[in-house]
């Protein structure tokens, strides 16, 4: 079976008009059409940059120099409008309330779906589809600055995934929430990436929650992207993780460590319950 590409960034360079350096210097990175891709990099290195590109605000709505092609579903985004491109590409911001616009939950997931032209037939099911999802469908007529942290984020997807665009990306979606929140947009991600219907790309510091969702991990350093595995192959080398400022997950790095000193042989976890099956594995080993 051919893989279609949903993403593929081709030689990409691209500078901010007022800046010197450039934010990312000849990238090349490939994302199949319904994977889920997690993003991680120190702060700085260029992640949202990389985004914006795969969004096409990059050029579209920035000013800068750009060399190289990225093309969402075969298309160069350059060359794409940006209407098209809002309903291909979702963009959800680590900050919530920055996308807010309405007085109530639900006028501000109707607000997107307006914007890129749903038939009227077709709205109701749509915000009862993305707010169930999220979790948020009891919501609707609150006003989305009267929530918590957790909740806005959620009203913040649910907008986005009403559009049902076919790559959704999430920059940064548990940065500014608590444990809770976090655990539900994990929730969310596993219960679209379980859909299969769309491309997953997950900008994430926090990878304890993500790793074990990616069919590949992406990581950018300094303007470039270094590596791109599958998560148990990337969170291996803790060495070179260790020197590009990334964290493993800390089951991982614990599993590592054994295998270094010859203590398990099997595959690394990624998760903690992952972690406590080798672990008991382990034992039983020893014991028999
Ligand atoms: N609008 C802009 N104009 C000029 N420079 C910018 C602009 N936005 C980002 N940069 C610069 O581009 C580089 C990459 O920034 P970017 O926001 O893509 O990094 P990031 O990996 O998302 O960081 P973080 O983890 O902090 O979100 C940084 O040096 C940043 O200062
Ligand atoms: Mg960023």
Redesign the pocket.
Known sequence: MTVRWAVEVEDFSWR????R?F?LRDVNLKIPEGSFTLVV??????????M?AIKGLIPHS?PGTLRGTVRVFGQPVEHTSAPVLAKRVGYVF?DPEAQFTALTVEEEILFGLENIGVPEEEIGERIRWASELTMVADLLDKPPYDISGGQKQRVAIASVLAMRPDILIL??PTSMIDPLGKDQVVQICAELKATGSMTIIV?E?NVEAFAHLADQVVL?YR?QVVRVAPPREFFEDLEFLAQHDVSPPQVTTLFALLRERGLYNGALPLTDDEGIAAGWQLLAGEGS
């Open positions: 901010y008009q007022q800046a350096e934010a990099g120190p702060n700085e290195s260029g992640k949202t940059t990389l914006l920035l680590g920059d940064e900008v510091h950018v303007g």
